[in-house]
């Protein structure tokens, strides 16, 4: 394929079709999706831009999956290469701050929110669950998902930067 054939540090070609690589995420999204600090370093050396979604449409960065998984080096990293982190999905407009509140990584929490994370921008989730009941959670924020989870870490966090505990769902 015309794709870039990237060597990571663990011996990897970032090929996009191994079950380690996805075909529609660049080299630094996977990097950074799969911890790889030193392969998201030498990337971003190397002129990756910090911003760029994942191929397939649906708005996916590397800062978001950082944040998801949470990396918290790689988020530093990103963030110091100004990825933009307000950035949401295509599908839920999810962001990197919901993601980090919603696996409950307050230190990531904290780091987007001082580099301007909206604390109070909404996501918009309608399907179903496994048991194929509807689930509706448009509206829902960083700080209703982290209450909802029990991290209480992440939800100080988002107090601190004035989350709104009255936002309507």
Known sequence: SGAPRVLMSDGCVDCGGCPKCSTNKTPLINAARRGRAADVAKLLAD?????EP??????????????????????TMLLEAKAKVNVATA???????YAASEQGYAGIVTALLRANARVDQAVEIVGGDESGA???LTGFTALCTASKLGHADCVVALLDFNANVNQAI
């Open 134 to 136: 509807k689930v509706d």
């Open 47 to 51: 002129g990756a831009d910090a911003n």
């Open 54 to 75: 994942s191929t397939d449409g649906s708005g996916y960065t590397a800062l978001y999956f950082a944040s998801q998984q949470g990396h918290a080096r790689i988020v």
């Open 91 to 97: 599908d839920y407009k999810f962001t990197p701050l």
